[in-house]
């Protein structure tokens, strides 16, 4: 059975820190994995897909990595800025392949 | 725009009531998806759905029901059944290739609670 596992829960880092968010899972026989952003009350947006076949994504200041052999995915954020206070999940697929499994999340806060 | 509607965005139910909490999309996608959210945990899947007409339990279906009617709606039942119904419900979007591969889309939400 899948399982997504985040690291740390929490992070409180001053504005213009560079800064690493962790995510591991247990069947490494995945097609992609995801990570989104939440805001407090809100839905979930995407932030980055990264196909098995990639090792890392970039969008922006975000970059994720991949490492399937290790069950491991960053989501590294250069810079961060306040408007970056978030929780930030990932999400891998489940082993049938036919839904996503979710971590618990990150909730990042960046002071000014 | 394209996009997933969730409606309402709060939506409050009384003891021993059925509610139904309505999703829509407009992207075309084949699957969706119903999610539970609740503080402190990760998403938990509900009910799925990867083609008209036909939908999956999930994780946590039990005290719930879906319908999919046509493509682009899914609508989610909390019944009375269901003895905790009080959190948010997420309702999400892909396309179906036969396997998880593509990107997830998700709408904003509905917090639900019992009064």
């Known amino acids: 059975k899948q399982e997504v596992t985040q690291i740390p829960a929490a992070l409180s880092v001053p504005e213009g820190e560079n800064l690493v968010l962790n995510c591991s899972f247990t069947?490494?026989?995945?097609?992609?994995l995801q990570w989104f952003r939440q805001d407090p009350g809100k839905g979930l947006t995407s932030l980055l897909l990264?196909?098995?076949?990639?090792r890392e994504q970039t969008s922006g200041r975000l970059n994720a990595s991949l490492d399937k052999s290790s069950g491991r995915s960053t989501l590294y954020i250069a810079a961060s800025q306040p408007g970056d206070s978030a929780t930030y999940l990932c999400?891998?697929?489940?082993?049938?392949?036919?839904?996503?499994?979710f971590g618990k999340g990150t909730t990042l806060s960046v002071s000014s | 725009d394209g996009g997933i509607t969730q409606s309402p965005k709060y939506l409050f139910r009384k003891e021993g009531q059925n509610v139904t909490l309505s999703c829509e999309q407009n992207?075309?996608?084949?699957?969706m998806y119903w999610y539970r959210q609740d503080p402190g945990q990760g998403l938990r899947l509900i009910y799925y759905?990867?083609?008209?007409?036909?939908?999956q339990k999930g994780d946590i279906a039990e005290g719930y029901s879906v319908s999919r009617e046509k493509k682009e709606s899914f609508p989610l039942t909390v019944t009375s059944a269901q003895k905790n119904p009080t959190a948010f419900y997420l309702c999400?979007?892909?396309?179906?290739?036969?396997?998880?591969?593509?990107?997830?889309?998700f709408g904003q939400g509905t917090r639900l609670t019992v009064v």
């Open positions: 999400a891998a697929p489940n082993q049938a392949g036919t839904a996503l499994i």
């Open positions: 992207l075309n996608h084949d699957a």
């Open positions: 759905s990867q083609i008209v007409n036909d939908f």
């Open positions: 069947d490494s026989a995945i097609y992609n």
């Open positions: 990264i196909q098995s076949s990639q």
């Open positions: 999400a979007s892909t396309p179906w290739t036969g396997e998880m591969n593509t990107e997830a889309f």
